[in-house]
């Protein structure tokens, strides 16, 4: 990461971003255009093309190195019965994903993807962000380093993805801070709890809210106060994706919420990544509306570890094998439309 060791030099590398490869996209535009097709018959599978391209300065874009990155941590919000599972679940399910026992074991697989996981000081939960800032600043920094650090420059795309009981509790608390609407906007049932579980979510999202109020105008320190190591690693992760040309394929609520201060700060920042779907968790999709993107799937998921961007792939390899290997007009010989008098 470029040298940074407090959130004043964070939030100058995410305000100096490149802004891609405007020609390169034009010109496969332009060869998409004279292929067998219909103008804009494919849909978004041509937009993605265009999009793969800028970010890469590939042409024709390439899906040769794509990685999953999954980070993992642990939250002291679990204290306040925020969860239907214990915070232990975050170690057993990373043992599960090493000895790929887990979905996204079988979906990167599938998607011809590369999957590392990062789990970041699950030993030491961060705190309850309902007495205290979730992470200090220097904390933060570290897992936004780890985050950025985990993007090799070589890859084609990122998928970023998450692991962390606790965690759609900090992305509401984070989405709240930064869009408002409160925990009732925000808040869903996460990993499955009930009615009571689901007030005592709210709650602590609210008394969050008002303990950590002065600071909310900060993205980066709201991210730090109510966020969580794997939060502040998907942030680094998208940042890093952006300096170094990758493509984002952002998964589900998490992640999404982990890179939304990034928008916050900087309205072109998210224009490298794409929403690979939309959660069945109440908050992403509302979240998805205040940043602008849209999702390229609505599957009902809401596992996190990845899976949806992962699904995501296949529709991005669908796009490229189009436009690499479709004919043009001329090289198929087959006659343009042509518009002539009625």
Not at 50 to 56: D, E, S, T
Not at 159 to 178: F, H, K, Q, R, W
Not at 252 to 263: C, E, I, V, W, Y
Not at 265 to 289: F, I, M, P, W, Y
Request: with cysteine; hydrophobic share 50%; net charge neutral.
């Amino acid at each position: 990461m470029p040298a940074c060791s407090s959130l004043a030099q964070l939030r100058a590398a995410c305000l100096d971003l490149p802004e891609g490869h405007p020609a390169i996209a034009a010109a496969v535009r332009k060869r998409d255009a004279q292929l067998t097709k219909p103008a804009g018959s494919l849909g978004r599978l041509e937009e993605l093309v265009a999009w793969l391209a800028h970010w890469q300065g590939k042409n024709p874009p390439v899906l040769e190195h794509v990685e999953i990155l999954v980070f993992a941590g642990n939250h002291g919000v679990t204290a306040q019965g925020v969860s239907a599972f214990p915070s232990e679940v975050t170690a057993e399910m990373v043992a599960n994903f090493a000895s790929g026992g887990a979905a996204i074991n079988q979906l990167a697989q599938l998607a011809r993807a590369t999957l590392r996981v990062f789990p970041l000081s699950l030993e030491r939960p961060t705190a309850d962000f309902t007495q205290m800032p979730a992470l200090g600043e220097d904390e933060f920094i570290e897992a936004v380093r780890a985050g950025y650090e985990a993007v090799r420059p070589d890859a084609d795309v990122v998928c970023v993805g998450e692991m962390g009981i606790g965690n759609t509790t900090a992305a509401a608390a984070l989405s709240a801070a930064l869009f408002g609407g409160g925990a009732t906007r925000w808040a869903g049932r996460g990993t499955g709890i009930n009615e009571s579980g689901l007030a005592r979510k709210r709650s602590a999202i609210e008394r969050a809210l008002a303990r950590h109020s002065a600071i909310l105008d900060d993205p980066l320190a709201t991210a730090a106060a109510l966020g969580g190591r794997e939060l502040a690693a998907i942030l680094g992760a998208v940042l890093a994706a952006r300096h170094r040309g990758v493509p984002v394929l952002l998964d589900g609520f998490a992640s999404t919420a982990a890179a939304a201060p990034l928008k916050k700060l900087n309205s072109r920042a998210l224009a490298h990544a794409t929403a690979s779907h939309v959660s069945a968790e109440s908050g992403h999709g509302h979240l998805l509306e205040e940043l602008g993107l849209f999702p390229l799937l609505d599957l009902g998921m809401r596992l996190g570890e990845a899976s949806g961007a992962a699904v995501a792939l296949l529709i991005l390899r669908a796009a490229v094998e189009c436009h690499r290997g479709m004919a043009t007009f001329a090289e198929a010989t087959v006659s343009r439309r042509c518009d002539g008098p009625n």
